[in-house]
């Protein structure tokens, strides 16, 4: 023990409130984004079965979830739509009706001041499940992944541009992409531009990984790939300097925001990209991240509550400026009780 004079060990001065004080990372619900699945039909609350807490809904009943939303000071939520039908290239996707297009119009007619991210994709709504437009050349793309086709890269820009165009004009206040297409930001920016929706953001996916944690989102967004799987275009898990140039073109190209996919897997690429990038940074807590946690909490194997709050709090602490998960709700709820 020091010799100090007046020494006391400092344990017996760490009262709950000298803790808060000086506490170096905060977590919010201003920090949250909060995502959604709408469905088509009337009056639909169904609970996700492999995402406890996590329903699908239908355009009439989401306007209420969303006053929720933001009576619990959570500011974004993002949206994910599961269409009436499936086809190559997925073309309720980017209709005026489509579900996503019904459902911002609806939340933005209830709650104008909310924040409405759409999630800009191809693979809820292709009935092979992929990323983008798949062109049937087997004897090139053998090897690729995609063993009865290509994804191209080109005419799937084409598509995405026409999806974010068409979520501006119901309304979005900020665009996703996160199919990982090269190029994609840059196209989305100048056909909003072009459209006169230049205060339209956009919230790249820029570091995305080919990550074994997206499972239960995929029965969520009912978007398992039918053939093949997405290593071709999303990111090699090891690789970590790539991440920074993918998000440093999305960056040139025009992003407002850039994303780490997944969150706790890669809290290294987050704190590198804050290293880098002066630029406002999200990270997604996804699916897997969450549905392991709930699982093991059902069986009393450990505290959801403490996990969760710890979880999010390493996140923003590797350098996250906010974070999309799933417990968004509870997490309001737990902070405000506190």
């Known amino acids: 023990m020091s010799t100090f004079p007046g020494y006391r060990p400092r344990r017996l001065r760490c009262s709950s409130g000298f803790r808060q004080?000086?506490?170096?990372?905060?977590?919010?619900?201003a920090d949250l984004i909060y995502p959604l699945f709408v469905v088509h039909g009337k009056n639909v609350c169904q609970e996700i079965s492999s995402m406890p807490g996590n329903y699908h809904w239908s355009v009439d009943r989401l306007p209420a979830e969303v006053e929720?939303?933001?009576?619990l000071g959570i500011p974004a939520v993002i949206l994910f739509g599961l269409p009436a039908e499936k086809d190559p290239l997925g073309e309720e996707n980017f209709s005026p009706d489509g579900i996503v297009q019904q459902a911002v119009r609806a939340i933005k007619d209830a709650v104008p001041e909310q924040m409405v991210i759409t999630d800009v994709c191809m693979c809820e709504y292709t009935s092979h499940g992929h990323c983008g437009v798949i062109h049937e050349r087997p004897a090139y793309c053998k090897g690729k992944g995609l063993p009865n086709g290509?994804?191209?890269?080109?005419?799937?820009?084409?598509?995405?541009?026409?999806?974010?165009?068409?979520?501006a004009e119901a309304g979005a206040d900020m665009v996703a992409p996160s199919d990982m297409m090269d190029g994609r930001v840059g196209v989305i920016r100048t056909a909003l531009d072009e459209a006169h929706y230049e205060c339209v953001g956009i919230m790249s996916y820029a570091a995305k990984y080919a990550s074994a944690f997206y499972?239960?989102?995929?029965?969520?967004?009912?978007?398992?790939?039918?053939?093949?799987?997405?290593?071709?275009?999303?990111m090699d898990p090891p690789n970590a300097r790539e991440a920074l140039r993918e998000v440093a073109m999305d960056l040139a190209e025009g992003a407002d925001v850039v994303m780490v996919k997944p969150a706790l897997p890669y809290l290294?690429?987050?704190r590198q990209?804050?290293?880098?990038?002066?630029?406002?940074?999200?990270?997604?807590n996804v699916s897997g991240e969450y549905s392991m946690v709930k699982a093991a909490a059902a069986r009393g194997w450990l505290d959801e509550r403490r996990v969760a709050?710890?979880?999010?709090?390493?996140?923003?602490?590797?350098?996250?400026?906010?974070?999309?998960?799933?417990?968004?709700?509870?997490?309001?709820?737990?902070?405000?009780e506190t």
């Open 215 to 234: 499972g239960p989102f995929r029965e969520a967004a009912d978007s398992p790939p039918q053939f093949g799987d997405r290593t071709g275009y999303q």
């Open 268 to 270: 290294d690429i987050i």
């Open 273 to 284: 990209v804050r290293d880098r990038f002066d630029h406002p940074l999200a990270a997604y």
């Open 68 to 71: 929720e939303v933001a009576e």
């Open 309 to 336: 709050l710890e979880t999010l709090t390493s996140i923003r602490r590797a350098g996250a400026d906010m974070v999309i998960t799933y417990w968004a709700k509870d997490v309001a709820r737990w902070l405000s």
């Open 150 to 167: 290509c994804l191209d890269n080109d005419a799937t820009l084409q598509v995405l541009s026409k999806v974010a165009l068409s979520h």
């Open 21 to 29: 004080l000086m506490r170096e990372t905060l977590l919010t619900p």
